[in-house]
């Protein structure tokens, strides 16, 4: 259950909190306003550092933190493993602690980069929104959440399509593929594509909230959330649809929710459904 009272409890010293200006921090966010991919902004680096780093709140876990941990519960073979969709790395980190090597690929360039710089240990700091033109500095302490940092060079960070990825991008034991879905121009390509880049008795972990938006993906491609002639079609009918000719189901869906903070009294509340897939 929420835990609203201990939340107000935690920033009832917002105030007192060292806030500043909103300014763009030139040095350690790489700002590309120009580029049409919505993920080339200050804001949304922004925002994504505080989801992937940043505190959980009103008791939900860190999505990238939960999502991990049960993609090792699946897995029985951990030499080789892919992030795709990564964003800015946290779940490639939590990864690098169990797999001999991760590949961690995503479509925006700022994140990719972002997520070398804190791999090297570079200084990298963002803003998190309070309210208004007020915002508070923040900083990635990747020690503050890995134990073992010499794994994290076994990380191969890449800007690549995950609809179409080079060949190189195979035998992988585990492949997790968290809020990617529903952002691809062509999801049911992607979905038939994965089984080939897999070993045999590979994972597939896939978690989704389904929110379609034409703005990302041309509406005839949606998996689900349509009704052809009357019917209805969900995203998971789909998945089902396409990922069972390779893969075999290793448990029910199940709902794994998530927060984005926008500001210090604004949040987004998600529920993604979560789908385990092992390769036949």
Known sequence: MTNISSYAKD???????????NVKMEK????NSQNKNPYETDEMLNMYLNFHYGK????VPNYLKALTDIAIRHSSKFKKALDIGCSVGRASFELSQYFEHTDALDYSNQFIQTAKK?????AVYYTNLIEGEISEYKNVNIKSFISDTTKIKNILFNKSDACYLEQSFSNYDLILAANLLDRLKEPALFLKGISQ??????????????????????KKNWLGGITPQGSIITSYDALKNILSKEFTEVQPPSDIPYIIQETSREYQLGIAELTVWRKK
Do not use: A, C
Request: hydrophobic share 35%.
């Open 56 to 59: 959980s709140f009103f008791d």
């Open 11 to 21: 920033n009832k010293s917002l105030h007192s909190k060292k806030i500043i200006p």
């Open 28 to 31: 350690n966010i790489i700002i």
């Open 197 to 218: 880049r897999m070993n045999s008795d590979g994972v597939f972990i896939l978690s989704s909230p389904y929110t379609w938006m034409e703005k990302y993906t041309d």
């Open 118 to 122: 804190i791999q090297s240990n570079e």
